[in-house]
């Protein structure tokens, strides 16, 4: 059986590691001991669209991974990401290394800590995680995989087809961009004006019935985002707009990680999506004085937490 | 006065104490009238007076009246100025609120409206107990040419003889829209951000934003020829300084951290409004309007 590593055990890197589980070798790399023990001990729970426990073998500690990894998901979060990568500087060298982080750059982060092929993948399934060992499969949607660096389509197929057989959906695309961008779009908007408002990503998003609707504001930052991707050269895979009416219109309210964060008082993800996407319009002299709007309010919401 | 918040209180107790005149408050909260009829309307600190208004919560009480002063939330105009209308068949509504279309309204009910805008500030302390936290002017103008400037300056000299200094001017637009343009530059950001109106000015990111909002104020006020009275960006760096309102947390995002509605709809929504009737575009303003608007909807969700 392909040997297997997901490093992050978050919602998705659960998801991953206990689907994978039925069908590879899983190791599950964490941040604390106390998680690794807990996964140990009683396996790792999936409630929701899948209804199992995973047996999977998990440690904090990298030296303790073995040797002979083919796969390595990274699946820690955008801010996790760099001392993630510096853990495994050096370890593993016969394995293809996947991001999965939300918005844009995760895969330079970790190319500058080794030589592994890579491959990137976005991800539009979702968690919600119960305590340690146990999470509840929400969003059954797809995980997108493409090669980025020594790695060719069909690297990018063989992985898509190992997380299909464990249960969970995934496709390989030529070139990730297109739906790189797509969600780094979605998430940016979505995701800030969730974190401001306090609102999950619900019915408020698409509506634009009335002037002061919060769609029209959806949509103009939609509008923007757009604008930055055709000037990069990027041909849209999906219209972020359409995701976000489709995504409200299931009816379930989805919590986005950054309002999520915002609530708990945490970092947030805010540089590697909505940075990446003003960064990217700075560099390519695009106006986006709404988004730019948007990261700096959340920016600051971070810096009031020391209030 | 319609309306004894905060605001309204400090116009009933200070005009109430005139030889001159006769004062009626009217208010909802039945507790805060009860107290006025029982103990008077109380103002401690920017001055110490115990003012004697009449109260009540039962608009066909008022009698006739000369002059009235609405000072209730902008949200409330609409039921206030319908429920009072009848004692001003033959006087003037001046209003002193935040926003914008306060007078607007008040016109749909009564025919002679003053145009106004204060800066005093403070807060309800208890039932007909007010904290009186700063001075300030107050200008007032006609609203259009059914009032004259004469009565206007019987109501601005009514106001200074009872201490606070108020000014009568043909056009009130002026400090109103600079006021509307201060308010609605800042106190969404501090709403939003959860940072003091300090805070908010030192970050040169959000300080760029500020700007960006009082831009499109400006704008807007210039397509209607509107002189401001003063730069609202002064008052933006005045207000920052440590000794003035650095740790001032802004009205909305008190209402917001209280979870009450705001009055975002009279403020940035008002300069939306006004700015789409003179096609000046004002997408920041509409942007932050819709935030806050979000913010307001997430209360009721489970």
Redesign the interface.
């Known amino acids: 059986m392909t040997k297997v590593v997901v490093a992050g055990a978050g919602s998705i890197g659960s998801l991953l590691a206990a689907h994978l589980s039925r069908v590879a070798d899983v190791t599950v790399l964490t941040r604390r001991e106390e998680h690794a023990g807990a996964l140990r001990e009683q396996g790792l729970r999936v409630s929701g669209r899948s209804d199992f426990t995973a047996q999977v073998a998990a440690t904090a500690d990298p030296a303790e991974l073995p040797l002979d990894v083919g796969l390595v998901i990274l699946a820690s979060k955008g801010t996790d990401l760099e001392p993630l990568a510096a853990r495994l500087e050096g370890r593993l060298p016969g394995a293809t290394v996947m991001t999965i982080q939300n918005g844009l750059g995760a895969e330079e982060v970790v190319a500058a800590h080794g030589a592994w092929p890579l491959l990137s993948a976005v991800t539009f399934m979702s968690g919600t995680r119960h305590g340690d060992a146990h999470v509840e499969y929400v969003l059954d949607t797809a995980t997108w995989i493409g090669p980025y660096r020594g790695t060719t389509e069909e690297d990018a197929r063989r992985v898509a087809e190992l997380i299909e057989t464990g249960g969970l959906k995934a496709e390989a695309f030529p070139d990730l961009r297109p739906a790189q961008w797509s969600k780094l779009i979605f998430n940016a908007t979505v995701n800030g004006v969730a974190a401001l408002t306090g609102l999950p990503h619900d019915f408020h998003f698409a509506q634009t019935e009335q002037l002061s609707d919060l769609g029209h504001l959806v949509r103009d930052l939609v509008d923007e985002g757009k604008a930055v991707a055709a000037a990069a050269g990027v041909e849209l895979h999906d219209d972020p707009w359409e995701m976000n009416v489709l995504a409200t219109q299931r009816g379930h309210r989805h919590f986005p990680s950054m309002l999520e964060d915002v609530g708990a008082r945490r970092p947030t993800e805010l540089e590697s999506i909505n940075g990446a996407l003003v960064r990217e319009a700075d560099r390519l002299a695009v106006p986006v004085p709404l988004q730019t709007a948007v990261y700096r309010l959340v920016k600051a919401r971070e810096a009031s937490y020391s209030e | 006065m319609i309306g004894t918040g905060a605001v309204g209180s400090l116009f009933a107790a200070n005009l109430s104490l005139l030889d001159d005149a006769e004062v009626w408050a009217y208010d909802l909260m039945q507790e805060h009238v009860a107290a006025i009829n029982r103990n008077g309307l109380r103002l401690s600190g920017a001055g110490d007076i115990v003012g004697r208004p009449r109260a009540t919560s039962d608009a066909a009480e008022l009698p006739p009246c000369d002059f009235g002063i609405v000072a209730t939330k902008a949200m409330h105009t609409e039921p206030a100025i319908a429920a009072t209308a009848h004692a001003f068949a033959d006087g003037y509504v001046a209003t002193v609120q935040n926003g914008l279309g306060n007078e607007e309204t008040i016109a749909q009910h009564v025919e002679r409206v003053i145009r106004g805008t204060t800066f005093p500030a403070g807060k309800l302390l208890e039932p007909g107990h007010a904290q009186w936290d700063v001075k300030g002017d107050t200008t007032f103008g006609p609203y259009d040419e059914r009032t004259p400037l004469a009565e206007v300056e019987r109501l601005a000299d009514a106001c200074t003889r009872a201490g606070l200094p108020a000014k009568a001017v043909e056009d009130a637009r002026g400090p109103q829209w600079r006021k509307v343009i201060f308010n609605a530059s800042t106190n969404p950001?501090g709403a939003?951000?959860?940072?003091?109106h300090g805070?908010?000015v030192e970050?040169p990111?959000?300080r760029?934003?500020v700007t960006?909002l009082v831009d499109e104020g400006k704008a807007v006020a210039a397509a209607q020829r509107i002189e401001l009275d003063a730069d609202p960006e002064d008052l933006i760096d005045h207000a920052a300084r440590k000794d003035v309102a650095y740790d001032h947390k802004a009205s909305m995002l008190q209402d917001v951290e209280a979870q009450r509605a705001t009055e975002v709809?009279y403020l940035n929504?008002g300069l939306?409004r006004f700015g789409d009737e003179h096609g000046i575009p004002t997408?920041?303003n509409?942007?932050?309007?819709?935030?806050v608007?979000?913010?307001e909807?997430?209360w009721t969700?489970s």
């Open positions: 950001v939003l951000t959860g940072l003091t805070r908010v970050r990111d959000l760029a934003l960006g709809d929504g939306v997408p920041l509409a942007a932050i309007q819709a935030l608007k979000g913010v909807a997430s969700q």
